[in-house]
Every structure is written in structure tokens, then in C-alpha cells.
């Protein structure tokens, strides 16, 4: 393509060209990167600071409801008397067994509606 | 790790950008001593104004520094901070802050002037053309991009980049008489 461009006035944009105080402008630069790069780092603290609170005010009622599931979990659905078949059927006659199988059919029905 | 200022000064461009896509401030620093003139002249000849100059070039710089990882060849560094440049200036002129009428009041601040008197002068011309126009004529003659570069930069349409340049060059031809005639007779 050509581009007739006049060349006065490009020799005129080229007399134009200053040379600048480089060093001043390059430290400014650099202030500024640090001075970002403190304000992230206090925004992590920050946030590092929150969650732990965060963790440790949830501690105490995470590790109830830890110990509530670990004792429900394991209980019967249906009381059977037999011995050899109340063992057997065990791994399925369970709150865990209902809630795995809920989970698994709530993931099944979430990948059917969406997918 | 850190570098040496005297290893990073003699450290071709792409090394440097490669290294400050790691995050090393002193190869970033390198590379904003070594193009910060070329930048901070361009925003001085779009905006007259040489402190909201060097504040569009601290900016332009800034958001190199944020996004370099984005840049995958380092080759190319030159061509990504121009449109780095070009896209700050049309956004602080969409913008309209309050910095945007700054060539009226930077006629009166001497430590705005520019210390070259041709600079002066030519800024003074280019202030009297309207933003686009300007624009177009900065990117042909600062830079020499040709009017198909400057369509892929600006996204302005050719016809209007043709025609801004033509009437842009005929204003500047005008206003900077004195020194077409010096040339005239001088070749």
C-alpha cells in the first residue's frame, strides 16, 4: 500500500523527538510495581488473617456435626434380627448406604437437567 | 533471582521480557528504561500536555507489567506495548476525565512545555486538529505506521483513516508554514 506521506513534515515529527529524563520516569515505575505489589501482599495477609479466624470460630461446630454423622452414619435403616443377614445386608442397611445413593441420584439428575 | 544492572543492560529485548514474565522487576524496569522515550513522545504528541503525557506512559507501562504473561512471543513486545499505548489514549478520551482538557491548561505550565521548540510548535499545530485526526497523524508520522496498521490498531475504517490523514496533513502543512519554507529552500 502506498502512503504518500509528506516528507517535511516527517522529518519535522522526527526533530520533535525528545530525549527524556529516563531515570526519574523508570524509578517511578518501579515504585509504583512495589508499592502494588505490598498492597497484594497485605490483601493476602488480610485474607489469610480472616480465614483463619474464620476456621477457628467454625472449628468447634464443624467438628460436632463431624461427630454427629460419624455416630449416625453407621445406624440400621431397618432393624433385622437375623444375625448373618442383618451382616450382610449391612453395607446397604445403613444411613451412609441412603445418603451415598441420595448423593449419587442427586448427581445423576443434576447431570441429566444440565448436560 | 537477581540479576545484574550491567547483565541486564546488555540483555537483548526478548530476554528481558522473558524474565519479566516471571516476575522479575529489574528485567521490567530494563525494558521501561529502554522504551520509555518512544512511548512518553507519542503520548506527548497525542495529548500536548507532557505531564498527562507521563502519566498515559506510567499507565501504559503499569498494565504491561500486569498482563506481559499474556504476551506469548516476546518478539512481538514492541507491536503489543504501541497498542497498549494507542488503546490507553482512545480510553482516557472516552473516558473525559477530568485530566482530558489538559492541552488548554498545559500551555501556561512551563514545566509542561516541551524543552525543543520544534516539539513546541508542532504540539501546538497537532492541538488544533480533532482527536482522530491527530491520532491518525501521530500513528503515520511518529511512528510511520502505514494506513492499513493503523486500521488494525485503531479499528477506525481506511476511507476515514485516509481522509484524516490528508486533511491532517494539509492543516499542519498550514499552521507550520515557517518551517515547510525552511525545508523548501533548505533542499
Known amino acids: 500500500m502506498s502512503n504518500d506521506y509528506d516528507p517535511r513534515l516527517q522529518s519535522l515529527f522526527a526533530k520533535a523527538q525528545e530525549a527524556l529524563d ?3 520516569f523508570t524509578r517511578a515505575i518501579v515504585e509504583r ?3 502494588q505489589r ?6 493476602w495477609s488480610v485474607f489469610a488473617l480472616v480465614g483463619v479466624m474464620v476456621l477457628a ?3 468447634h461446630p464443624v467438628f460436632t456435626a463431624l461427630a454427629m454423622a460419624t455416630e449416625l452414619l453407621p445406624v440400621s435403616l431397618v432393624d433385622i434380627e437375623t444375625g448373618w443377614l442383618r451382616q450382610l445386608l449391612s453395607p446397604i442397611n445403613s444411613v451412609a448406604a441412603a445418603t451415598a445413593l441420595g448423593a449419587l441420584g442427586i448427581h445423576r439428575l443434576v447431570r441429566r437437567l444440565l448436560g | 533471582m537477581r540479576y545484574s544492572a550491567d547483565l541486564l543492560a546488555k540483555s537483548p529485548e526478548p530476554v ?3 524474565l519479566a514474565r516471571t516476575g522479575n522487576r529489574d528485567a521490567f524496569a530494563e525494558i521501561v528504561r529502554r522504551r520509555q522515550t518512544w512511548i512518553r513522545n507519542l503520548m506527548r504528541r497525542c495529548c500536548r500536555d507532557a505531564t498527562l503525557a507521563d502519566d498515559l506512559s506510567q499507565q501504559v507501562f503499569m498494565q504491561a507489567w500486569r498482563t506481559i504473561r499474556q504476551l506469548h512471543d516476546a518478539e512481538r513486545f514492541a507491536p503489543w506495548l504501541k497498542r497498549m499505548a494507542i488503546n490507553t489514549w482512545l480510553q482516557h478520551k472516552r473516558r473525559g476525565d477530568p485530566l482530558r482538557n489538559a492541552d488548554e491548561h498545559g500551555e501556561n505550565d512551563s514545566a509542561a512545555r516541551p ?3 520544534v516539539a513546541l510548535d508542532l504540539d501546538r499545530a497537532l492541538s488544533m486538529l480533532a482527536d482522530d485526526v491527530r491520532l491518525c497523524i501521530v500513528l503515520a508520522y511518529n511512528e510511520g505506521m502505514t494506513h492499513a496498521e493503523i486500521a488494525e490498531f485503531t479499528g477506525f475504517p481506511l476511507g476515514t483513516i485516509k481522509s484524516h490523514i490528508r486533511r491532517g496533513s494539509q492543516r499542519l502543512q498550514k499552521e507550520l508554514a515557517a518551517y515547510m519554507e525552511q525545508r523548501g529552500t533548505a533542499t
Open chain 1, 22 to 24: 529516563r531515570d526519574a
Open chain 2, 16 to 18: 528481558l521480557v522473558g
Open chain 2, 115 to 117: 524543552a525543543n521548540d
Open chain 1, 33 to 35: 510495581i512495589d508499592r
Open chain 1, 38 to 43: 505490598r498492597r497484594a501482599m497485605l490483601a
Open chain 1, 57 to 59: 470460630l467454625l472449628a
